[in-house]
């Protein structure tokens, strides 16, 4: 599976826009790209994914660069609630058998400031 | 509706010996995910059930570890002569099928603590 990397961590005043970074250059033309996120003490619950067009749902919005070769989750306005580790994952829709786990990096904690 | 469960939300055990770890799956749902997740670390897969069978247990560290679904609903992760290397929280996903693209609906997970 292709790698994706992260910032360690980053930080944000509540109520302002958060911009996440995943880089992602070795991604394959078959390759989805899902973020999900784990709140302290709780599982990792799906964010959003897309594959070239940028996506937009009622928790945040996924940008995709032109050569896919990055993406950034976007938070429009940080709240308490939104502090967790983010992670970005890739996954092949179209590989063989074995892949429709999830591969977990160690992904970017978020820190919001009140 | 319900989220997919895990019991018990914690375990503590010692060195030796024999647990059992349940996730209840949302009702419906056909897959069916184990993972386990180290301190400061990103969950890592274990095995994955697609109805009863495990259609791919890759990722089972040795033969100590065991999970079953007989009926294509709860699933049981079954770990044998623990050690403390064991200590982790257990994640159970589930989707309602197994696609590339399909979201996953993870439990709290159980922390199992080996003494």
């Known amino acids: 599976d292709a790698k994706t990397t992260q910032p360690n961590s980053m930080e944000s005043n509540e109520e302002e826009p958060v911009h996440l970074p995943c880089n992602h250059s070795?991604?394959?033309?078959?390759?989805?790209i899902h973020w999900y996120r784990q709140l302290p003490s709780q599982g990792p619950e799906y964010v959003i994914h897309?594959?070239?067009s940028n996506v937009n749902n009622r928790m945040a919005s996924l940008a995709i660069a032109e050569d896919r070769k990055s993406s950034t989750l976007i938070l429009h306005r940080a709240t308490l609630r939104d502090a967790a580790v983010y992670y970005c994952?890739?996954?092949?829709?179209?590989?063989?058998?074995?892949?429709?786990?999830?591969?977990f990096g160690k992904g970017t904690k978020l820190s919001v400031i009140p | 509706g319900a989220g997919v469960s895990q019991t018990p939300s914690n375990k503590v055990t010692e060195k030796g010996k024999y647990v059992e770890l349940r996730c209840d799956p949302i009702s419906g749902h056909t897959a069916l995910y184990w993972y386990r997740q180290s301190l400061g670390q990103g969950p890592e897969f274990l095995i994955y059930f697609q109805g009863t069978g495990a259609a791919d247990d890759s990722g089972l560290p040795n033969d100590r570890f065991f999970a079953v679904r007989p009926e294509g609903s709860v699933s049981t992760l079954k770990i044998q002569r623990t050690e403390r290397g064991d200590s982790a929280v257990y994640l159970c996903?589930?989707?309602?099928?197994?696609?590339?693209?399909?979201?996953?609906?993870f439990g709290p997970g159980t922390r199992l603590t080996v003494l």
């Open positions: 996903a589930s989707s309602l099928i197994v696609t590339k693209g399909d979201e996953q609906f």
């Open positions: 994952i890739l996954r092949d829709a179209y590989s063989g058998a074995g892949s429709y786990q999830l591969t």
């Open positions: 897309g594959l070239t």
């Open positions: 070795t991604i394959s033309g078959t390759d989805y």
